[in-house]
Nanobody, 116 residues
Framework: QVQLVESGGGLVQAGGSLRVSCAAS????????MGWFRQAPGKEREFVAA????????NYADSVKGRFTISRDNAKNTVYLQMNSLKPEDTAVYYC?????????WGQGTQVTVSS
């Protein structure tokens, strides 16, 4: 299975920026659809962004559209989420996921906290 490890979370002031990363195992990373989800305490995990293997097709939740950018570096088996103009409501644990052969894999998550 695909093993995913997120990093780059932390504390940032509202209006600031942060980039989280997800390193993936597997020999076919370039074939995976990759995504980011987030989960705040007491809430369901919600979709944030996704990127197809080509890197040319991306999808974003309306709540982050125009502020967040998902990208991938297939040579490094890594997907990134650049988060700009952060808001306190962006505070959550951010999870990376990978879709491979019809199976979703999840990382352990990285905490992002945005202070007002």
């Amino acid at each position: 299975q695909v093993q995913l490890v997120e990093s780059g979370g932390g504390l940032v002031q509202a209006g600031g920026s942060l980039r989280v990363s997800c390193a993936a195992s597997g020999r076919t990373f370039s074939r995976y659809t990759m995504g980011w989800f987030r989960q705040a305490p007491g809430k369901e995990r919600e979709f944030v962004a996704a990127i197809r293997w080509s890197g040319g097709i991306t999808n974003y939740a309306d709540s982050v559209k125009g502020r967040f950018t998902i990208s991938r570096d297939n040579a490094k088996n890594t997907v990134y989420l650049q988060m700009n103009s952060l808001k306190p409501e962006d505070t959550a644990v951010y999870y990376c996921n990978a879709l491979s052969q019809g199976i979703l894999s999840w990382g352990q998550g990285t905490q992002v906290t945005v202070s007002s």
